[in-house]
């Protein structure tokens, strides 16, 4: 499968009088058109973005300005979108279905047909452009958390804004994970942070029989390159939503569960001299990993050498 291409755009890459309209123009291009306006005599910022599917995940920086999108540019958009902004550096303030300020690590939720105004100083962000229909998947009460300040200081919230922070456009085009496995974490957060309101859920004595299968099946089918949690899912009878809950509430993720299927499968086979005509990338390749070089980082983290090494070694 092909990675996804990362999109850039950079203020420096025009003249300082054309910068604001270059911004404006490259945020209705990765985001939704609005207005961009700012009181900086030399204007600057840049913006990645790449897919996730049903989702986009894009880093955004740059100097002071103000973000607005009103009734005119409501009209004019063709699609309709949603927006989580996580806040990385310093506190700005936001006015969207009410008006907040947003310290760092905080998140908001933003629809793009309803009016907002953000007034940022020197900013860095995470943004996630996400399709109406996938967040009412995991979120069909989403509207109760527009505009609202979401902390990413405790709970689930925490969980989210940590995920958010390490989900770089350079990490997602690396790999590692395919790009619906990283969604459907994404979702499930998502998902248990309105659910809970940041609040830790503490393990039911349900939970870990329904753990324990989610597991087997992660087992069975890990070797599957494509696999996601709505797969494992679907074959349990379960929805996602639930393996997520079921996962988080014994400390696991369904992404770091899958890795060590797939790991504990490839080290099977590089232990046993039935395997020994493969390649050790055929063995990574057969045990669900799409990147020999990913195969490889994992094998060495878990064990502190390469598969190579472990295959002379055993």
């Not at 080290?267 to 990913?294: K, P, V």
Request: hydrophobic share 40%; net charge positive; charged share 20%.
């Amino acid at each position: 499968m092909q990675p996804p291409a990362i999109q850039k755009w950079s203020t420096s890459d025009v003249l300082p009088r054309h910068r604001l309209d270059y911004y404006a123009s490259a945020l209705a291009e990765a985001v939704t058109p609005v207005i961009v306006s700012s009181d900086e005599r030399q204007f600057d910022a840049e913006m990645h973005f790449t897919s996730l599917g049903s989702l986009a995940i894009g880093r955004q920086s740059g100097k002071a300005h103000v973000c607005e999108r009103t009734v005119r540019e409501i009209q004019h958009s063709n699609a309709h979108s949603m927006h989580l902004v996580l806040n990385l550096h310093s506190s700005f303030r936001i006015s969207h279905a009410g008006a907040v300020r947003l310290r760092p690590g905080d998140m908001a939720l933003i629809d793009s047909e309803r009016e907002s105004w953000m007034e940022l100083s020197q900013f860095e962000v995470v943004h996630l452009r996400m399709q109406p229909e996938w967040l009412r998947q995991w979120l069909p009460a989403h509207r109760m958390l527009l505009g609202r300040s979401l902390s990413g200081a405790s709970g689930w919230g925490h969980a989210l804004s940590a995920y958010l922070r390490q989900l770089t456009p350079e990490l997602v085009a690396s790999g590692p994970l395919p790009s619906p496995v990283l969604a459907d974490q994404i979702g499930s957060l998502l998902a248990l942070l309105a659910g809970n309101r940041g609040v830790e859920i503490p393990t039911s004595r349900h939970d870990k029989p329904l753990r324990n299968r989610i597991q087997d099946c992660i087992a069975q089918r890990c070797a599957d390159l494509s696999l996601t949690a709505t797969d494992v899912a679907a074959t349990l009878g379960i929805s996602p939503r639930t393996l997520f809950r079921a996962l988080a509430s014994c400390g696991e993720t369904f992404g770091a569960s899958l890795i060590a299927a797939r790991a504990e499968l490839a080290l099977r086979m590089l232990h046993s001299r039935g395997f020994d005509g493969l390649t050790t990338a055929e063995i990574g390749r057969r045990a669900g990993f799409s990147d020999a070089s990913h195969f490889a980082r994992v094998i060495r983290k878990r064990l502190g050498h390469t598969p190579a090494q472990v295959r002379r070694n055993r």
